[in-house]
């Protein structure tokens, strides 16, 4: 890597569960979920610059245009709410498909604010950097905060939660779901009634309110949902058509992943490990 270059972690994530509990004045949805922070995602590159220029360095988000790149708003709304004069050339190492559910470009953007707040030496604190990018994407905030939690609102009111040990056969359909049109789906379970914490840890509640809808609209999903029927019980994470499937330990999801595989050679399939704390944080504050 070139001189003045750092590289750092923006996990994936998985929606464990999913409800939609109403709808507030202003259109959003009020949502229920835990989020599970993984061990596996993108690569973030950051390069402090002297002349206050944010630029995104090459072409690793195809399709999306620089002004547009979460990254780079992100960059441009802490200079905004710091004001500083520093800026910042920013690359991406992708792994995290979009359109997935996985938080790829949400995580991008949190890794961006929590880091640059650091070299930039802004020193605004976890909180303001979460309304910060609350104000890019509703799944910003719980990689800000880089710890599992239990979410509400439109998914920024957070509870941290300790999450048992576990791996993860995730699988990607390659179907890209445009949330917003999700949203708008006549049969979408709009109205459930609010759980609690407790409820989820029981098991009583689980689910994603878009699984049914989208496994009847999207056949490459229903068939990924069958593929990995064979080796557990498949769930659909956040509102995109990635799945996953849960295992108490390593061997378990190395051997189901060799199944899937087998069967199911063209399913783009991997695991990844849950992580207690962000990869992000551990890496900013190894000790």
Not at 89 to 111: H, L, Q, W
Not at 179 to 187: R, V
Not at 260 to 273: D, I, N, Q
């Amino acid at each position: 890597m070139e001189a003045g270059w750092s590289e750092w972690p923006a996990p994936a994530k998985l929606n464990l569960c999913l409800r939609i509990t109403g709808r507030r004045a202003d259109g959003y949805h009020t949502l229920q979920s835990v989020f599970r922070l993984l061990d596996w995602g993108d690569t973030v590159q950051l390069r402090v610059r002297e002349d206050g220029v944010v630029r995104r360095v090459g072409d690793s988000v195809p399709g999306v245009a620089e002004a547009d790149d979460l990254m780079v708003r992100a960059a441009n709304a802490l200079r905004s709410a710091a004001n500083v004069k520093l800026g910042a050339d920013i690359a991406v190492e992708k792994r995290i498909p979009a359109g997935g559910g996985f938080g790829g470009g949400s995580s991008d953007a949190a890794t961006v604010l929590v880091v640059l707040d650091r070299l930039w030496g802004t020193g605004l604190g976890l909180d303001r950097l979460a309304e910060l990018g609350l104000a890019l994407g509703a799944d910003v905030p719980v990689f800000v905060r880089g710890r599992n939690a239990w979410a509400e609102g439109v998914g920024e009111i957070l509870t941290p939660v300790e999450l048992p040990p576990a791996w993860y056969l995730l699988a990607d359909p390659g179907v890209h779901v445009p949330t917003a049109a999700l949203f708008q789906i006549p049969e979408l379970t709009r109205d459930s009634p609010p759980a609690t914490m407790r409820d989820f840890v029981s098991g009583a509640v689980l689910g994603n309110a878009f699984e049914p809808v989208l496994r009847r609209r999207e056949p490459a999903i229903q068939a990924a949902f069958d593929a990995l029927a064979q080796v557990g019980t498949p769930r659909l994470t956040g509102t995109g058509s990635g799945l996953f499937v849960e295992f108490a330990d390593r061997g378990s999801a190395e051997s189901a992943l060799a199944r899937v595989r087998s069967a199911t050679p063209h399913l783009r399939a991997w695991l990844a490990g849950g992580a207690r704390v962000s990869p992000l944080h551990a890496a900013l504050d190894p000790d």
